[in-house]
T-cell receptor
C-alpha cells in the first residue's frame, strides 16, 4: 500500500536558518504530493502541492519538488522565521475513487530567536 | 473564505458512552472525510463519503463507528461505545471534486475518553 516516511523531529533552528524536512514515499501509480502544516492549536492547512513529476510546489517561501526517480518530496525554506514553528506533514493521494490522503508522521519545527 | 467547521472543539466522555462529532463541510464540496490523530502520532484516515455512501474506510473504522449526512449540510461521525483508545483529535475534511487534490480540513474535535 501507499506510505509516506518523514524525518524524525523535532527540528530546532535559529531564525533565518535554512530548513530541509525530508519526505519519501511509496505509492502505486502517479500520486499527487502535498505538504500540510499544523500550527499550535489549529487544524491542518495545505502549504503546497505538486501533482506530477518534476513539478515544484511553493508557498510562503517554502518549496518542494516532486522527484519521481528518488520518490521524494523534500520541503525546503531558505530562511525560517519564528512564525514557521509548527508541525509539517507530508502526504500523498492515491488514484482511488475517493483519493484519500496518506500522511507521514509529521515533523515538528521549532524556530528560536 | 469558506471553511470547514467542526463541533464540539473538545468533548470529554466516559468509556462506553456514545459520542457524535459534527462537521459542516464547505458548501459546494462533494467528498467528505474523517481523520484522526492520536496525541503525538500520525494523522490516520478513517472514512471517506461520497454521494451519500461510504466510499472507503480503514481498518480503524469498525462497527463502533458510523457516518451520516443527515440534512445535506452536516456530516457526522458517531462512535457508539467509546473506548479509552478512541481519545484523539478528529478532523473532518472535504474536497470539491476528484480533480482537485486539496482537502480542506476543519480545526478538529478533541475527544477525551475517561
Amino acid at each position: 500500500g501507499n506510505s509516506v516516511t518523514q524525518m524524525e523531529g523535532p527540528v530546532t533552528l535559529s531564525e533565518e536558518a535554512f530548513l530541509t524536512i525530508n519526505c519519501t514515499y511509496t505509492a502505486t501509480g502517479y500520486p499527487s504530493l502535498f505538504w500540510y502544516v499544523q500550527y499550535p492549536g489549529e487544524g491542518l492547512q495545505l502549504l503546497l502541492k505538486a501533482t506530477k513529476a518534476d513539478d515544484k510546489g511553493s508557498n510562503k517561501g517554502f518549496e518542494a519538488t516532486y522527484r519521481k526517480e528518488t520518490t521524494s518530496f523534500h520541503l525546503e525554506k531558505g530562511s525560517v522565521q519564528v512564525s514557521d514553528s509548527a508541525v509539517y506533514f507530508c502526504a500523498l493521494t492515491d488514484t482511488g475513487t475517493a483519493s484519500k490522503l496518506t500522511f507521514g508522521t509529521g515533523t515538528r519545527l521549532q524556530v528560536t530567536l | 473564505e469558506p471553511e470547514v467547521t467542526q463541533t464540539p472543539s473538545h468533548q470529554v466522555t466516559q468509556m462506553g458512552q456514545e459520542v457524535i462529532l459534527r462537521c459542516v463541510p464547505i458548501s459546494n464540496h462533494l467528498y467528505f472525510y474523517w481523520y484522526r490523530q492520536i496525541l503525538g502520532q500520525k494523522v490516520e484516515f478513517l472514512v471517506s463519503f461520497y454521494n451519500n455512501e461510504i466510499s472507503e474506510k480503514s481498518e480503524i473504522f469498525d462497527d463502533q463507528f458510523s457516518v451520516e449526512r443527515p440534512d445535506g449540510s452536516n456530516f457526522t461521525l458517531k462512535i457508539r461505545s467509546t473506548k479509552l483508545e478512541d481519545s484523539a483529535m478528529y478532523f473532518c475534511a472535504s474536497r470539491r471534486d476528484r480533480s482537485t487534490g486539496e482537502l480542506f480540513f476543519g480545526e478538529g474535535s478533541r475527544l477525551t475518553v475517561l
